[in-house]
Nanobody, 124 residues
Framework: QVQLVESGGGLVQTGGSLRLSCAAS????????VAWFRQAPGKEREGVSC????????YYAESVKGRFTISRDYAKNTVYLEMSGLTPGDTAVYYC?????????????????RGQGTQVTVSS
C-alpha cells in the first residue's frame, strides 16, 4: 500500500521541541521532494518547509525560519521536521506530502502523495 504516515505530534509547552516524522511505505522517497504543511483551526493550510529529493534545496516559511529544520534519511525512507522554540501559533495539524520532482513547491494539491496529518498542540 502506497502511503505517507506522519508521527511525532503531541502536546508541548511554549518553548518546547518536537520532531515530526514522515515515513513512506510502498514507494521510495529518494526521487521525491517532500514538504510539510500545517493547518490551524479556522485557517488555511500553509506551507511550512520543503526539501528536494537531492537534498540540495530546502525552503522554510518566514514564520519558522531559524526554529524548524527539515532533513531526510534515505535509508529509513523518512523525512523529519525538527521543531524548536514552539509557540501557541505553531498549533496545527501537520501534513507531509511528496512529489516526483526535484523541486519544492507550496501548493498542497500539487503533490502526488499526502499524509493524514499529525496534531501538534503548543500550550502557553
Amino acid at each position: 500500500q502506497v502511503q505517507l504516515v506522519e508521527s511525532g505530534g503531541g502536546l508541548v509547552q511554549t518553548g518546547g521541541s518536537l520532531r515530526l516524522s514522515c515515513a513512506a511505505s510502498g514507494f521510495g522517497l529518494d526521487l521525491y521532494s517532500v514538504a510539510w504543511f500545517r493547518q490551524a483551526p479556522g485557517k488555511e493550510r500553509e506551507g511550512v518547509s520543503c526539501i528536494s529529493y537531492s537534498s540540495d534545496m530546502t525552503y522554510y516559511a518566514e514564520s519558522v525560519k531559524g526554529r524548524f529544520t527539515i532533513s531526510r534519511d534515505y535509508a529509513k525512507n523518512t523525512v523529519y521536521l525538527e521543531m524548536s522554540g514552539l509557540t501557541p501559533g505553531d498549533t496545527a495539524v501537520y501534513y507531509c506530502a511528496a512529489r516526483y520532482q526535484n523541486l519544492c513547491g507550496m501548493y498542497f494539491e500539487g503533490y502526488d502523495y499526502r499524509g493524514q496529518g499529525t496534531q501538534v498542540t503548543v500550550s502557553s
